[in-house]
């Protein structure tokens, strides 16, 4: 009876002991970044790996430059970004970036908009005001309405200003401006004669419709096979001197095997490992996206 006894409080202590050194081998994760990012396929990997590991990921928005920077500051455990750092920005130093899959910067519209199809020279002018009646693009005699995000740091407007002018610097003759994608999205929902760019992972769950580029569709096979022009990595962000640094990179390795391809290939999305070829392809997409611009 006294040897139960002692192995009684034994075990008791043990457990009790163990529960920390669990809770620390198992911390609750914190990401902030892209809301395209989210939506293509950060939800689904983070519950995939929480059901495989235990390891909680608690995740938040804010756009790809909050990703970038308060992984920085370690305000962020993990980041999600649609467009690499910056390296002139003392706010985005002392990170890692790695490409998990391939999005496509989509041009969006109102799903009652007569026009199907625009062309990468048509669509540059749209951006400088040389264009500014849907008429010109074969559709109602009325003005194009062009939506921009803020700034010139966003995923999508400095993505869309290297691919279309090769200037990041590039002034748009937009309409509108919105802080995030989302509220951006939402407005071409109501608005028939708006015109935008955004994501593809976020804009294909909107009530929108996706124009073709130069007569190409933004389809998985499109964007994997390179034939669709307008198409970026999408980054997970950390920092080696995060005090989960071991943990944050097992998920991101994690996003890597073939169980995590299959999650984002689930949910529509191109893992970047299986299309490798846009990577090696990607100054020479990139060239042609801008040919005609005079900008090379």
Not at 202 to 222: M, T
Not at 238 to 264: C, L, M, Q, W
């Amino acid at each position: 009876m006294k040897k139960f006894s002692v192995l009684l409080v034994w075990m008791v202590s043990l457990a009790i002991w163990a529960q920390p050194i669990l809770a620390e081998q198992q911390p609750t994760l914190r990401w902030v970044g892209c809301g395209i990012s989210k939506k293509a396929y950060l939800v689904a990997l983070a519950k995939a790996y929480e059901k495989k590991t235990g390891v909680v990921i608690d995740v938040q928005g804010g756009g790809a430059t909050r990703g970038i920077r308060e992984v920085a500051t370690m305000s962020a455990d993990i980041g999600g970004s649609c467009r690499r750092r910056i390296f002139s920005a003392e706010e985005e130093r002392g990170i890692t970036q790695v490409p998990v899959a391939w999005d496509a910067l989509v041009v969006i519209t109102h799903k009652n908009n007569p026009v199907k199809d625009i062309s990468m020279d048509n669509l540059r002018k749209v951006y400088l005001g040389e264009i500014s009646n849907w008429r010109q693009l074969g559709g109602n005699d009325a003005p194009i309405e062009l939506f921009a995000r803020k700034g010139k740091i966003s995923g999508v407007g400095r993505t869309a200003r290297k691919l279309l002018f090769g200037n990041y610097k590039q002034e748009f003759s937009a309409t509108r401006i919105f802080a995030s994608s989302g509220p951006l999205e939402k407005e071409v929902v109501a608005n028939l004669n708006a015109l935008a760019i955004s994501g593809i992972s976020s804009a294909r769950k909107r009530d929108v419709k996706i124009l073709k580029l130069d007569g190409k569709s933004p389809s998985y096979e499109n964007v994997k096979a390179g034939n669709y022009l307008l198409y970026r990595p999408l980054y997970l962000v950390y920092n080696e001197n995060s005090p989960h640094a071991e943990v944050i990179k097992d998920f991101i390795r994690y996003a890597d095997t073939e169980e995590g391809r299959n999650v984002i290939r689930s949910n529509g999305t191109v893992p970047y490992l299986e299309a490798l070829n846009l990577m090696k392809n990607k100054l020479q997409e990139s060239r042609l996206a801008h040919k005609d611009s005079g900008m090379h």
